[in-house]
């Protein structure tokens, strides 16, 4: 029994990674480095509270974390893309304008410095077991489908055949006639749409939203990328096993056999320890950070 309740609760943890990772390895697949995974899941967490806040919807949370992504997005691809800018430092400058863009009208809207008010949710009504509730909310189900979806459109469709190769090769892509700069676009606009459902599933599952909600979440899902090789199968392994980890750290927190300091560290240690093991080893796509 508890087995299946750990199992259960690191799916419901993987939820936001599943989506932020498949968002990045979109992005990566067609150039543009995933620096502002976090930005875009924390612009979608606030736009997610805001929408719910004044259409008194889930649903309208969802069209709000959406609309959020997509301006994060057009930002990003205006930057990357029309002005050539270095995606480092503008996946840098994204993290940053989000945390301190959100801080900022979460204070004006919402007259606090840390929460917004409680919003709605999804789901949940008439389902005693609060665990088992998490997954009437269709968000959780979009998450655990998104990757083996996307390995199916990469490797199975001729869209992902030209996603692949304006990551690997651009110029090929070109000389057959394949509207380089029109898929890297719509690559970055799905990309970022799935990031922002990973923020919103936040703040939805919270009836809420928390200045800096996403605590990391969008670093660890670039690590998954990075750890799963960009196929879409590793890169859902690497979340599970990224979400188990944060599960492990709240089960050791409540039976408070070691110093909580040294728990809250599982996930982010864990994830240097993938990364230093691994991304040695790890071929990037060709044309990774190359939008010339």
């Known amino acids: 029994m508890m087995a299946i309740a750990f199992l259960l609760q690191t799916l419901r943890i993987a939820v936001p990674y599943l989506l932020a990772a498949a968002g990045g390895v979109l992005s990566e697949r067609v150039g ?23 259409g008194d919807s889930a649903w309208a949370g969802l069209a709000g974390a959406l609309a959020a992504g997509a301006v994060m997005t057009t930002i990003l691809a205006v930057a990357t893309l029309r002005f050539r800018a270095n995606q480092v430092v503008v996946g840098v400058a994204i993290n940053l304008i989000v945390v301190a863009g959100t801080r900022y009208f979460l204070r004006l809207i919402f007259d606090s410095s840390s929460n917004s008010p409680r919003v709605a949710g999804f789901g949940g009504e008439g389902v005693g077991n609060a665990m088992l509730a998490s997954f009437t909310n269709p968000v959780v189900w979009i998450g655990l489908v998104t990757l083996p979806a996307l390995g199916w459109v990469l490797y199975r469709t001729p869209f992902g055949l030209r996603v692949r190769a304006i990551g690997e090769k651009p110029e090929a892509a070109v000389s057959l006639g394949v509207n ?18 990973g923020g919103a599933y936040l703040a939805l599952d919270q009836h809420q939203f928390t200045d800096g909600m996403t605590a990391g979440r969008g670093f660890i899902a670039l690590a998954a990328v990075i750890f799963g090789r960009w196929q879409p199968a590793r890169v859902a392994v690497a979340c599970l096993l990224f979400a188990a980890a944060e599960t492990l750290q709240i089960q050791l927190q409540g039976a408070q056999l070691v110093p909580s300091q040294f728990v809250e560290m599982i996930p982010y240690v864990l994830t240097i320890i993938a990364l230093a093991g691994l991304v040695g080893r790890s071929t990037a796509p060709a044309a990774l950070g190359k939008t010339e």
């Open 32 to 54: 543009v480095i995933a620096l502002g995974l976090e930005g875009l899941m924390l612009s979608g967490a606030f736009g997610a509270a805001l929408g719910a806040y004044y």
């Open 180 to 197: 380089v700069m029109r898929l890297r676009v719509l690559g970055l606009y799905v990309a970022g749409a799935m990031a922002a459902l």
